[in-house]
C-alpha cells in the first residue's frame, strides 16, 4: 500500500513538473507580447507565515487587488501630428490687363505715327512756299511706325495666348497636387491600418503614435481635397472623413478593451492565481492535510485543475480559440469542486481559513477570466468585423477619389495642348503677316533712299580724288536727300577757290621755313654738345661721392657689428661664470645623492636580512607559515632589486661627477678666451671711429661739389631742350609747309 502511494505520489509530482513547464511556456509567450505596453505588475504575494501544525496562516478571506491598466497619452486623429500636404496653387482667371496694354500701345502709336507722317512731310520750297513731299522723315516715320504697331498687335496677340496657355498649365498643376493628395491620403490611411495591425502585435505607444501621425495626415489631405474639389466630390469627401473619424473611434474602443483585458490578466488574475498556488501548495504539505489521504489528493487535484485552467486561458488569449476558454472555465469549476471536498474533511480552524481563502481567489480568478475573455471578444469582433469592414471601404474611395482626379488631370492636360497649340499658330500667322508688311516697307524706302545717295557718293569721291573740275549734280527732288545734292554742289564750287588760294600761299611758307630750319639745326647742335660735357663731369661727381657714401656707412655698419661682438662676448664670458657657477652646484649635489643612494642600499641590505629571517622562521611554521613564506621571499626579491638600483644610480652619479668636473675646467679656458676677444674688439671698435669720422667729411664736401655742378647741368639742359624744340617747331613748319603744297597739288582746279 506504501508503494502504491509514493508512485502516485511520484507520478503527481512529475506531471505537476511538466505542467508548471507547459505554463511557464505559455505565459511567457503571452507576457513577451504584452511587455512593451503593460502596467508594471506587482510580485505575486509572498506566502503568509505557516503556524506551528504546517498550515498557512489566513484570515479565510481573500482580498481583491484593484484593477490597474496601462495610463496612455492621448491618441487618435485629434492627437497626431499630421505631416503637411502637397502646397497646391489654385489656378486664377488670366489677367487681361497686359493684352489691353499692348492694344492701347498699338493705337497711340498708330496715331502719333500719323502726325509724324503728316508733318515730316511738309518742307518750305526754294521759292519760299510750303509743299508736300515724301521726305526721309515721311517713309522713316511711316515704316518703323508700321513696324511697331505690328510689334504690338503680335505681343497683344501672343500675351493673350500665352495667358491660356498658362491658365490651363496652372489648371494642369492644381489637378496634379491634388492628385498628389489624394495619393498621400491613400498612403496615409494604408500606413494607418499597418499601425493597427503591429499595436495588436506589440501594444507599443510606438504604434499608437505612428496611428495617431498616419490618421492625422491622412484626415488633413482627405479635408484638404474637400477645399480644392468638394464641388465635384464634396458627397464623397464627406463619407471618407465620415468613415475614417467612425476607424478612429472604433480603434478607441479596441485599445480601451486591450489596455482593461491586459489590466485584469497582469494586476488581478496573476495574483488571484498567484495567492490560490500558494495556499493550496502549503496545505499540500501541510502535515493534518498529509495525515489524511482524501483530502491531500483532492487539494494536489484542485492545484493542478487551477494550473490547468491558467494554461488553457493563456492558450485562449494566443490563439483566440473559443474552446480553450470553455476549458479554462470548466478546469476552474473543478478545482473549486476540489477545494471544497478538501475543506470538507477538516473542522473549523486553520485549514478551512487557508481553503476558504483559495476557493475565494480562484473564484475570484474565474470571475475575472469571464471579463477578459468578454473583451478578447470585443477587440476580435472590433478588429474583424467593424475595421476590417471600414478600412477597406475607405482605402478603396480613396482610389477610387484618386483615378477620377487623375482622369480630370488627363482632361486637363489635353485642354492645354490643344490651348498651346492655337496660341503658337496664331502668333506665328500674326508674326508672318507683320513680316511681309515690314518687308514691302522696308524695300519701297531702301529704293527710294540708295539711288540719289548714290549719286551723292559719286560726287563726294571725286573730290576727294582731288577733282574739281566736274560739273554740278542736277537734283529735283525736294527731301532730305535733294537738299544734300545741292549742298554738295555748292562745296565742291567753294572748295575749288579755297584750293587755288591756299596753293599760292604755300610756295610763300616753304621759302621761309627752309631758312629758319637751317640756322635752328646750328644753335641746337652746340647746345647738345655743351649739355653732354656737363653730363659726363656731374656723373664722375656722382659716382665718387656714392662711394664715399658707401665707404661711410661700410665704417658705420663695421663699428655697429664690432660693438655687437664685443656686448656679445662679454654677456657670453657673463653666462660662462653662470654655467661654472652651475656645474659646482651639480658636483655638490651629487655627492649628496650619492650619500643617499647608500643609505637605500643599507636599507636593502638590512630588509635582505630580515626576508631571509622570516623566510627561516615561516619554514619553521610549516604549512601554517607558507603563505607568509610567499611573502618573504617577495620581499626578498624586492630589496635585492633595490640593492641593485642603488648601485647603478650610484655608478651613474659617479660618471655625471667626472663630467661635471670635465665641463667646469672646460668653462674657466672659455671664460679666458672671450676675455681677450673683448679687450681685442674695443681697439677695432676706436680705429672704425676715426675712419667714419674721415669718411663723413669728405662725403660732405663732395656733395656740395656735386649740387653747383647738378645746377649747372640743369641749366645747359634747359638751354639745350630750348634749342631742340626751336629746331623741331622750325622743322615741323617746313614740313608741314611742304605737305600742305603737296596737298593743294593734288587738286584740280580751272585756269
Not at 499658330?425 to 548714290?454: D, N, Q, R
Not at 627752309?514 to 659726363?536: F, R
Request: hydrophobic share 45%; with cysteine.
Amino acid at each position: 500500500m506504501s508503494i502504491t502511494l509514493q508512485t502516485l505520489s511520484l507520478l503527481r509530482t512529475v506531471s505537476r513538473a511538466f505542467m508548471l513547464v507547459a505554463i511557464l511556456i505559455v505565459v511567457t509567450t503571452a507576457t513577451f507580447a504584452q511587455s512593451q505596453h503593460a502596467a508594471a505588475v506587482p510580485a505575486p504575494s509572498e506566502p503568509q507565515t505557516a503556524s506551528d501544525s504546517g498550515v498557512p496562516a489566513s484570515s479565510g478571506t481573500y482580498v481583491a487587488p484593484t484593477l490597474e491598466t496601462e495610463r496612455r497619452a492621448s491618441f487618435g486623429i485629434a492627437a497626431g501630428t499630421a505631416l503637411p500636404p502637397t502646397v497646391v496653387e489654385v489656378a486664377t482667371e488670366p489677367d487681361h490687363s497686359l493684352f489691353w496694354m499692348f492694344a492701347i500701345s498699338a493705337g497711340a502709336v498708330a496715331a502719333f505715327m500719323l502726325f509724324a507722317v503728316v508733318r515730316s512731310a511738309r518742307v518750305i520750297g526754294d521759292d519760299g512756299r510750303a509743299a508736300f513731299a515724301a521726305t526721309l522723315g515721311f517713309k522713316l516715320y511711316g515704316g518703323f511706325g508700321l513696324l511697331a504697331v505690328g510689334i504690338l498687335v503680335i505681343a497683344a496677340v501672343a500675351t493673350n495666348a500665352t495667358n491660356s496657355i498658362t491658365y490651363s498649365v496652372r489648371q494642369m498643376g492644381e489637378k496634379s497636387g491634388v492628385s498628389l493628395i489624394a495619393a498621400g491620403s491613400s498612403e496615409h490611411f494604408v500606413a494607418t491600418r499597418s499601425a493597427v495591425r503591429k499595436y495588436l502585435l506589440d501594444h507599443d505607444e510606438a504604434s499608437l503614435k505612428e496611428f495617431s501621425d498616419r490618421a492625422a495626415s491622412a484626415s488633413v489631405r482627405v479635408e484638404r481635397l474637400n477645399e480644392l474639389v468638394g464641388v465635384e466630390f464634396g458627397r464623397e469627401l464627406d463619407k471618407l472623413l465620415q468613415d475614417m473619424a467612425s476607424y478612429d473611434a472604433n480603434f478607441a474602443l479596441l485599445v480601451a478593451a486591450v489596455d482593461e483585458r491586459d489590466g485584469i490578466v497582469d494586476s488581478q488574475m496573476s495574483l488571484a492565481a498567484g495567492r490560490a498556488v500558494t495556499l493550496l501548495k502549503a496545505l499540500t504539505n501541510a502535515p493534518s492535510v498529509l495525515a489524511n489521504r482524501e483530502a491531500q489528493l483532492a487539494t494536489s487535484t484542485g492545484l493542478d485543475e487551477l494550473m490547468l485552467a491558467r494554461l488553457s486561458f493563456f492558450r485562449y488569449l494566443r490563439s483566440g480559440t473559443h474552446s480553450f476558454a470553455t476549458t479554462a472555465e470548466a478546469e476552474a469549476k473543478a478545482g473549486l469542486q476540489c477545494i471544497a471536498t478538501a475543506a470538507a474533511a477538516f473542522a473549523p480552524g486553520a485549514e478551512s481559513k487557508a481553503y476558504a481563502e483559495a476557493s475565494q481567489a480562484i473564484t475570484f480568478w474565474h470571475e475575472r477570466m469571464a471579463r477578459a475573455c468578454e473583451l478578447k471578444a470585443t477587440r476580435d469582433k472590433i478588429f474583424n468585423e467593424t475595421l476590417a469592414t471600414i478600412g477597406p471601404a475607405v482605402s478603396t474611395a480613396l482610389g477610387s477619389l484618386g483615378d477620377e482626379i487623375d482622369k480630370h488631370m488627363l482632361t486637363a492636360r489635353t485642354d492645354a495642348q490643344v490651348t498651346a497649340s492655337m496660341g503658337t499658330a496664331l502668333i506665328g500667322w500674326s508674326a508672318g503677316a507683320v513680316a511681309l508688311a515690314a518687308l514691302l516697307v522696308a524695300f519701297f524706302i531702301t529704293s527710294s533712299i540708295t539711288g540719289p545717295i548714290h549719286r551723292v557718293m559719286e560726287a563726294v569721291q571725286r573730290v576727294a580724288a582731288g577733282d574739281l573740275t566736274s560739273k554740278p549734280m542736277d537734283e529735283k527732288s525736294h527731301d532730305e536727300v535733294g537738299r544734300m545734292t545741292k549742298a554738295v554742289n555748292a562745296m565742291s564750287v567753294a572748295l575749288a577757290e579755297l584750293v587755288g588760294e591756299v596753293q599760292t600761299g604755300s610756295a610763300q611758307i616753304d621759302s621761309g621755313a627752309a631758312q629758319i630750319s637751317s640756322a635752328s639745326q646750328s644753335l641746337s647742335t652746340g647746345a647738345s654738345n655743351q649739355a653732354a660735357s656737363l653730363q659726363q663731369i656731374s656723373a664722375s661727381m656722382e659716382e665718387m661721392a656714392a662711394m664715399t657714401d658707401r665707404s661711410a656707412g661700410q665704417a658705420q655698419e663695421a663699428t655697429d657689428k664690432s660693438s655687437k661682438s664685443r656686448t656679445a662676448a662679454d654677456k657670453g664670458q657673463t653666462e660662462m661664470k653662470e654655467m661654472t657657477q652651475a656645474m659646482n652646484d651639480i658636483k655638490s649635489s651629487s655627492r649628496e645623492i650619492a650619500k643617499i643612494i647608500k643609505v637605500i642600499d643599507e636599507i636593502a641590505f638590512q630588509t635582505n636580512l630580515l626576508a631571509l629571517n622570516a623566510a627561516v622562521e615561516a619554514a619553521r611554521a610549516g604549512d601554517a607559515g607558507a603563505g607568509f613564506a610567499v611573502v618573504a621571499q617577495e620581499v626578498r626579491s624586492l630589496a635585492q632589486r633595490s640593492a641593485e638600483a642603488a648601485r647603478t644610480t650610484a655608478t651613474m652619479i659617479e660618471d655625471a661627477t667626472t663630467r661635471a668636473d670635465r665641463g667646469q675646467q672646460i668653462a674657466a679656458r672659455v671664460d679666458g678666451s672671450l676675455g681677450e676677444i673683448t679687450s681685442a674688439t674695443a681697439e677695432v671698435n676706436a680705429i672704425l671711429a676715426n675712419i667714419l669720422t674721415a669718411s663723413t667729411e669728405q662725403a660732405k664736401g663732395i656733395g656740395e661739389v656735386n649740387g653747383a655742378i647738378g645746377e649747372l647741368d640743369r641749366v645747359t639742359q634747359q638751354n639745350a631742350g630750348n634749342s631742340e624744340e626751336l629746331a623741331a617747331g622750325a622743322e615741323e613748319t617746313a614740313a608741314q609747309a611742304t605737305s600742305l603744297k603737296g596737298l593743294v597739288a593734288r587738286f584740280k582746279i580751272a585756269s
